[in-house]
C-alpha cells in the first residue's frame, strides 16, 4: 500500500488568509482526492486530482475556493482560500489502490485546520 | 440517491461479546463496499471490502443486497478493536467514496 504524507498536520489561521496543504505519496498514482472532515461529520469528498488535467470538483465545492495543484505523480497541493470558522474541519488526501481490482483508497494522516 | 447510512452513533460492548456495526447503502448500480477503521491518533485505513470476502482482525461482512446492507461483524470483541468505524461506497467506475457518518465502537473490559 502507498505511505502518504501531509504538511501541515495541523495549524490555526485568521479569517481571512488562506492555507495550502501539501500531500507527498511514495510511489506513481494517478489519482489523487481530497476530502474534508468536518466536526462529528463524515468524510465529503472535495475534489478528484489527477496529473494533468484540471481538478474536478464535487457538488458544492469551487475552484475559487479550493484550488488545487498536481504537478506529478506523487504530489499534490489543496488551497483552502479567504478562510472563515466554517472552514474548520480535517483535510485528508487519498490516492487510489491497486487498479483493476478494486476501488480501495489509501488515506493520509489529515491536516487539522482551525479558523478564529 | 446514493447514500450510505451508519444508524449508530456509538456502540458499547463488553470485551468477549459479539459485534455487528451496520451499514445499509442505497445505490442503483452494484456495489462497492468497504469497511474502513480510524484507531485513536493513527489515519484512516482499510479494513476489509466485500469483494475480497476476507476476515481481517476477525471481522467479517457480508453483503446482502436484498437488504442493502454490508453489517460489520466479530464475534468476539476485544479491547483493541475500540476505534471509529466507517462504511463507504465506491461509485462504479470513478473511485469516488461515499462514507457513511461512522459508527464509534468502544470495547469495554
Known amino acids: 500500500s502507498a505511505v502518504i504524507s501531509q504538511k501541515p498536520s495541523r495549524d490555526i489561521c485568521q479569517r481571512g488568509t488562506s492555507l495550502t496543504i501539501q500531500c507527498q505519496v511514495d510511489?506513481?498514482?494517478?489519482?489523487m482526492f481530497w476530502y474534508r472532515q468536518q466536526p462529528g461529520q463524515s468524510l465529503t469528498l472535495i475534489a478528484t486530482?489527477?496529473?494533468?488535467?484540471?481538478?474536478?470538483?464535487e457538488s458544492g465545492f469551487v475552484i475559487d475556493k479550493f484550488p488545487i495543484s498536481r504537478p506529478n505523480l506523487t504530489f499534490s497541493t489543496l488551497t483552502v482560500s479567504n478562510l472563515s470558522p466554517e472552514d474548520s474541519s480535517i483535510y485528508l488526501c487519498?490516492?487510489?489502490?491497486?487498479?483493476?481490482?478494486?476501488?480501495?483508497?489509501?488515506f493520509g494522516p489529515g491536516t487539522r485546520l482551525t479558523v478564529l | 440517491a446514493q447514500r450510505v447510512t451508519q444508524p449508530e452513533k456509538l456502540l458499547s460492548v463488553f470485551k468477549g461479546a459479539p459485534v455487528e456495526l451496520k451499514c445499509n447503502y442505497s445505490?442503483?448500480?452494484?456495489?462497492?463496499l468497504f469497511w474502513y477503521v480510524q484507531y485513536s491518533r493513527q489515519r484512516l485505513q482499510l479494513l476489509l471490502r466485500?469483494?475480497s470476502r476476507e476476515s481481517i482482525k476477525g471481522f467479517t461482512a457480508d453483503l446482502n443486497k436484498g437488504e442493502t446492507s454490508f453489517h460489520l461483524k466479530k464475534p468476539f470483541a476485544q479491547e483493541e478493536d475500540s476505534a471509529m468505524y466507517y462504511c463507504?461506497?465506491?461509485?462504479?467506475?470513478?473511485?469516488?467514496?461515499?462514507f457513511g457518518t461512522g459508527t464509534r465502537l468502544k470495547v469495554l473490559a
Open positions: 487519498s490516492v487510489e489502490g491497486e487498479r483493476g481490482v478494486t476501488d480501495t483508497q489509501y
Open positions: 445505490y442503483s448500480g452494484s456495489p462497492e
Open positions: 466485500h469483494i
Open positions: 463507504a461506497l465506491s461509485v462504479s467506475g470513478t473511485y469516488k467514496y461515499i
Open positions: 486530482a489527477n496529473q494533468g488535467s484540471e481538478a474536478t470538483y
Open positions: 510511489s506513481q498514482v494517478t489519482m
